[in-house]
């Protein structure tokens, strides 16, 4: 019965891992993907710069390295991936959602659908922290691939929710300059570097979810400077060096393993 359930979970993590490379070609060729194109005319000044979401393209490969890893593999801790395999099934199946809900209904959906795929991310999250002397004792690879998906995913994720909630509020009729749009976006910038810190912290400094969050908040620098809004382009670099600091720092003071 273990090893039925190992299998389907492992399978299933694998196909939703295929979804999540193949669904945005299929999505975007029958609807266009005109919500998820970048740069877009209009959208608030603190969306990251364009190039910011190529990162997708390394967390489904990195998605897709562990789910096949882990159906394949006949090393111990088969209960441990199962578990793991539960809420990142949640997560994949998400990113194909929100794909479709940015094509039907992109305002206030995909605020929703990035909740529940955050929500997934943090209980994966919280499980292999709490195994993470047993994550220690496997080999180098699959454990950089395991601290890597969760680090990267929720890194990106936990900006991206913030910037989603920006653009529902824009596409709601938010304004996005003079006094009330500046001090909007740059409370979102807040609420962004909070998440951030809180994470950091919770993880112990994971390099990759701080180096995810990085790369976002860099391409944010720039997307606002270009739009000539020089306040949110100033605080988000402040949030850069806060988080490099927190990573900084919560790795040097995180305990050390038994």
């Known amino acids: 019965m273990l090893s039925t359930t190992k299998s389907r979970s492992g399978w299933l993590?694998?196909?939703?891992?295929?979804?999540?490379?193949?669904?945005?070609?299929?999505?975007?060729?029958?609807?266009?993907?005109?919500?998820?194109?970048?740069?877009?005319?209009?959208?608030?000044?603190?969306v990251p710069a364009g190039y910011a979401f190529s990162i997708w393209g390394l967390v489904e490969a990195l998605c897709l390295a562990y789910a096949v890893w882990a159906l394949v593999t006949r090393a111990p801790g088969h209960e441990l991936r199962d578990r793991l395999a539960r809420p990142l099934a949640v997560v994949f199946a998400g990113f194909t959602a929100w794909l479709v809900a940015a094509e039907v209904e992109p305002v206030w959906s995909t605020v929703a659908v990035f909740v529940v795929m955050l929500a997934g991310l943090l209980r994966a999250l919280r499980i292999a922290l709490a195994h993470r002397a047993e994550i220690g004792r496997w080999q180098r690879v699959p454990r950089v691939l395991l601290w890597s998906v969760l680090g990267v995913y929720t890194g990106w994720s936990s900006v991206a929710i913030w910037v989603n909630l920006t653009t529902a509020l824009t596409e709601s009729g938010a304004p996005i300059d003079g006094t009330a749009g500046v001090a909007g976006q740059v409370a979102v910038l807040a609420g962004a570097t909070a998440t951030a810190v809180a994470l950091l912290w919770r993880t112990s400094g994971l390099l990759s979810y701080g180096l995810a969050v990085a790369w976002a908040i860099v391409a944010v620098v720039i997307a606002a400077a270009d739009a000539g809004q020089p306040a949110p382009a100033v605080v988000a670099a402040v949030a850069l060096v806060l988080v490099g600091a927190a990573t900084a720092w919560f790795r040097v003071r995180r305990p050390v393993p038994a």
């Open 13 to 46: 993590l694998v196909v939703l891992a295929l979804g999540q490379v193949v669904s945005p070609v299929v999505v975007t060729a029958l609807g266009g993907g005109a919500f998820r194109t970048a740069d877009r005319a209009g959208e608030p000044p603190i």
